[in-house]
């Protein structure tokens, strides 16, 4: 079946870049997102991208896509004190209902 | 706009009480979904509906059940609780989007500890 991968921990000092990074096994994977979790609240979806692209930028944020190696990552440009939180990559393919695969999530700390 | 709720958002259970979690959503959404989430795990679907009055299995489905009688509505029960179903439950909903697309909306979890 599908399978998302992400490191479980990253930490980074205020002002910093973060990168978080993301692998993924489903070849037929259509869209591939980003979701954000902060303490004691659901996911929220900060940006996706579709599979044909291999960039994205909004804001501070750029999701980079190298759909060869099914690898996908997250950089978060001036990381803030607000910016920590834990960070869902996921995948769905077409078809059916669309069915979401979930990475472990990555928990992102910033140190001031 | 409340987007999607859920009640009850903590309780404690003995082992072999039943319960039941409730998820209700304004966005006219036709796919709902429960997950649990435990550390490490990530988020593992438990059910979901792609409709009114349809619901399926996901992955981890076994000792509950659910129920999608109303649209806005997406009712999970415990029939019999265990201490492996301590974790926290998520709702979620999606509205039908042609091409893949499939941006969920959580609702804040609930946390529930069996004893």
């Known amino acids: 079946g599908e399978d998302v991968e992400q490191s479980l921990f990253l930490s980074v000092r205020e002002g910093d870049s973060s990168v978080i990074n993301c692998t993924y096994t489903?070849?037929?994977?259509?869209?591939l997102y980003w979701y954000k979790q902060e303490p004691g609240a659901g996911l929220q979806l900060l940006t996706y991208?579709?599979?044909?692209?291999d960039m994205k930028q909004d804001q501070r944020l750029t999701v980079l896509l190298n759909k060869k190696d099914k690898h996908l990552s997250l950089r978060i440009a001036d990381t803030q004190t607000g910016d920590s939180a834990i960070y869902f990559c996921?995948?769905?393919?077409?078809?059916?209902?669309?069915?979401?695969?979930f990475g472990t999530g990555t928990k992102l700390q910033v140190i001031p | 706009n409340a987007g999607v709720t859920q009640t009850p958002k903590f309780r404690v259970l003995k082992t072999g009480q039943s319960m039941t979690l409730l998820c209700a959503q304004d966005m006219n959404h036709e796919y709902m979904y429960w997950y649990r989430q435990d550390p490490g795990m990530g988020l593992r679907l438990i059910h979901y509906?792609?409709?009114?009055?349809?619901?399926a299995k996901g992955e981890v489905p076994d000792g509950y059940n659910v129920s999608r009688l109303k649209k806005q509505n997406f009712l999970l029960g415990l029939e019999s609780a265990a201490p492996s179903q301590t974790s926290v439950y998520f709702c979620a909903s999606s509205p039908r989007l042609a091409g893949g697309l499939n941006e969920q909306f959580f609702g804040p979890g609930t946390r529930l500890t069996v004893l």
């Open positions: 509906s792609v409709g009114e009055g349809t619901t």
């Open positions: 996921a995948e769905s393919s077409s078809g059916g209902y669309q069915k979401v695969t």
């Open positions: 489903d070849s037929s994977s259509t869209y």
């Open positions: 991208i579709f599979s044909n692209m």
